[in-house]
């Protein structure tokens, strides 16, 4: 499965995490950060941070929600099985 695209439950952990992070650092996220940090082009981050937000795991002013915390420790824990099965692409 190699030089597939990511899953779009990757895009999402992968834009969840960037934004935990930056708030973490102290710094108040960007979606030109976000972006960055992600690989993911400016209106596909658009589209992503909509579906996020609709989604309720994050606001529009990139904050996570609990919901949007509870998503990444879940996800985190079958990384290592999508990984071993050759469905999470690592950068």
């Given at each position: 499965?190699?030089?597939?695209?990511?899953?779009a439950?990757?895009?999402?952990?992968?834009?969840?995490?960037?934004?935990h992070?930056?708030?973490?650092?102290?710094?108040n996220?960007?979606?030109?950060e976000?972006?960055?940090?992600?690989?993911?082009?400016?209106?596909?981050?658009r589209?992503r941070?909509?579906?996020?937000?609709?989604?309720?795991?994050?606001?529009?002013?990139?904050?996570?929600?609990?919901?949007?915390?509870t998503?990444?420790q879940d996800i985190?824990k079958?990384?290592?099985?999508l990984?071993?099965y050759g469905?999470w692409r690592?950068?």
């Amino acid at each position: 499965m190699q030089n597939e695209k990511r899953l779009a439950v990757q895009i999402d952990y992968d834009v969840l995490r960037a934004v935990h992070l930056r708030r973490r650092a102290g710094k108040n996220p960007t979606s030109y950060e976000i972006e960055r940090l992600t690989a993911v082009p400016h209106q596909r981050m658009r589209d992503r941070l909509g579906e996020l937000n609709d989604a309720g795991f994050m606001s529009l002013d990139l904050n996570l929600t609990e919901r949007g915390y509870t998503f990444i420790q879940d996800i985190a824990k079958i990384v290592p099985v999508l990984k071993r099965y050759g469905y999470w692409r690592e950068d």
